[in-house]
Nanobody, 123 residues
Framework: QVQLVESGGALVQAGGSLRLSCVAS????????MGWFRQAPGKEREFVAS????????VYADSVKGRSTISRDNSKNTVDLQMNNLRPEDTAVYYC????????????????WGQGTQVTVSS
């Protein structure tokens, strides 16, 4: 069965950087759209970024645009999220997910999810 495992979450100071990684097993991600979402305490899960399987297109939430980069390595079956200039409001559990189609900004579009990795930004 499909499994997604995130890693790289940590406690960092405001202004710092993190690189999150997600490795998939059971499927090749080369024909799947990959997404990153996050969920803070008391809030709904929200879209962060996505990487389309075709054409190299990427999509970002306004809250992270310009300071985050999503990338994939199909040979390793991984998708990463580089986050710079982190803010306390970035504190959340970060999840990776995969989907064949749909609105990439919304959680119902995704078929598979990882367990999440905790990112905490202090100030």
């Amino acid at each position: 069965q499909v499994q997604l495992v995130e890693s790289g979450g940590a406690l960092v100071q405001a202004g710092g950087s993190l690189r999150l990684s997600c490795v998939a097993s059971g499927r090749t991600i080369s024909l799947w759209n990959m997404g990153w979402f996050r969920q803070a305490p008391g809030k709904e899960r929200e879209f962060v970024a996505s990487s389309l399987w075709s054409g190299g297109r990427t999509v970002y939430a306004d809250s992270v645009k310009g300071r985050s980069t999503i990338s994939r390595d199909n040979s390793k079956n991984t998708v990463d999220l580089q986050m710079n200039n982190l803010r306390p409001e970035d504190t959340a559990v970060y999840y990776c997910a995969m989907t064949k189609s749909g609105n990439l900004r919304y959680t119902p579009a995704y078929d598979y999810w990882g367990q999440g990795t905790q990112v905490t930004v202090s100030s």
